[in-house]
Each structure stands twice: as structure tokens, then as C-alpha cells.
């Protein structure tokens, strides 16, 4: 699980977090809330790809699930992308699939 907050925020940012298991498929939960300003979060398939997208409403909690394809070294890859984000933050929550189904 990947738990962000930030009082103010603006621009680009990728991040990469180590989880294991080379090549695989993860069932991922993304929740967004944010009180001012914009913030999109793009899961990346491997090979930078946007598996799925979640943009956020001002005030509202927003929230998305999808399925993420990791690299070779078992890395989930994202990117936020803020304008004038002001008093948010995101979580991203995890299941490895075995088989096209959950573990």
C-alpha cells in the first residue's frame, strides 16, 4: 500500500515502488482526494504505457480500480500530475494475480 499527502503540489512526477515477483499482474485500488486544484494519477504498465487514469474532483474523494502489468523486476510504476493542488492526497492499494485471478 502507498499512502500520500501534500499540502501544496504542482507538476509532473514519476515514481517506482519495488515489489517483487518479476513479471506479473497486480489488482490495484487507486483513491484520490484533494480540497483545491487538479491531480490526475496514471498507473503504468510496463514499458511506460498508462494502464488507467484517475482525475480528481475538488472536495470529493475519487476512487478507480484497474489491473497493472509490472516489469521484469517486479516494479509498479506511476505518475501524478498536478495544477494548483492545494490539501490532497492518494492511495494505492495492491493484490498480486496468479493466473489472471486473485491470490
Known sequence: MV???????EGSEEYAIPVGSGAT???TIVILELQQGEMRLEMLN????VAFAVQSRPGD???RAGVVRLDETGTLRYRVITRSARDGGYQ???QQMQNGNRQ
Do not use: P, W
Not at 499512502?3 to 503540489?9: D, K, M, P, Y
Not at 510496463?46 to 504505457?49: L, Q, R, T, V
Open 92 to 94: 494505492i492499494l495492491y
Open 61 to 63: 474523494q475519487v476512487s
Open 46 to 49: 510496463a514499458g511506460g504505457s
Open 3 to 9: 499512502t500520500r499527502t501534500f499540502l501544496g503540489a
Open 25 to 27: 499482474m497486480l489488482q
